[in-house]
T-cell receptor, first 112, second 112 residues
Framework: NAGVTQTPKFQVLKTGQSMTLQCAQDMNHNSMYWYRQDPGMGLRLIYYSASEGTTDKGEVPNGYNVSRLNKREFSLRLESAAPSQTSVYFC???????????FGPGTRLTVT | QQQVKQSPQSLIVQKGGISIINCAYENTAFDYFPWYQQFPGKGPALLIAIRPDVSEKKEGRFTISFNKSAKQFSLHIMDSQPGDSATYFCAASPSGTYKYIFGTGTRLKVLA
């Protein structure tokens, strides 16, 4: 049982490049979330998926898109990376009816 | 935007001492208040949580105190240990959403 896994662990992009961050969970959770973590700002919700087939914007969705590929996988795409998107990105998942969110190990992204 | 304000930003405590981290939320309805612990290079993990109908919850050395009228809640770590050195985040979940609004984090260092 690997829990929540994220790939890649580290990534460096140039401004304007695109990339997709991958997230998968093997806990049969229904809901999945993408957060970004910046110094002094805590974790901020980018997008979430309450269940397979649904996605909704969070607090800071601009510049991002998501895909809930199936119940296990939830990807985050940066279409045209900007330096302001330099951050650590965390994926999380939750079982329906319970509050606890389980976090992955994170992806550290640098945009130059 | 609903906010959760967390203080202090950093905290240094001697081994065996009590660590206290405070959070306050604004005038809105929340139904779940978790505390997450994050070690360097790792994702956050749930430490302890409380519902608003309870004033205190204790799990081992960790206690949440909740003051609904003051819209404040705090984490107390008794007999603090060097292994408790981590960043701690409070959060609040708006009623019925199962989403989190996180505080900005407290970096705790426990001196041996």
């Amino acid at each position: 049982n690997a829990g929540v896994t994220q790939t890649p662990k580290f990534q460096v992009l140039k401004t304007g490049q695109s990339m997709t961050l991958q997230c998968a969970q093997d806990m049969n959770h229904n809901s999945m979330y993408w957060y970004r973590q910046d110094p002094g700002m805590g974790l901020r919700l980018i997008y979430y998926s309450a269940s397979e087939g649904t996605t909704d914007k969070g607090e800071v969705p601009n510049g991002y898109n998501v895909s809930r590929l199936n119940k296990r996988e939830f990807s985050l795409r940066l279409e045209s990376a900007a330096p302001s998107q330099t951050s650590v990105y965390f994926c999380a998942s939750r079982l329906a009816g319970l509050y606890e969110q389980y976090f992955g190990p994170g992806t550290r992204l640098t945009v130059t | 935007q609903q906010q959760v304000k967390q203080s202090p930003q950093s905290l240094i405590v001697q081994k065996g001492g009590i660590s206290i981290i405070n959070c306050a939320y604004e005038n809105t309805a929340f139904d779940y208040f978790p505390w997450y612990q994050q070690f360097p290079g790792k994702g956050p993990a749930l430490l302890i949580a409380i519902r608003p109908d309870v004033s205190e919850k204790k799990e081992g050395r960790f206690t949440i105190s909740f003051n609904k009228s003051a819209k404040q809640f705090s984490l107390h770590i008794m007999d603090s240990q060097p292994g408790d050195s981590a960043t701690y985040f409070c959060a609040a979940s708006p009623s019925g959403t199962y989403k989190y609004i996180f505080g900005t984090g407290t970096r705790l260092k426990v001196l041996a």
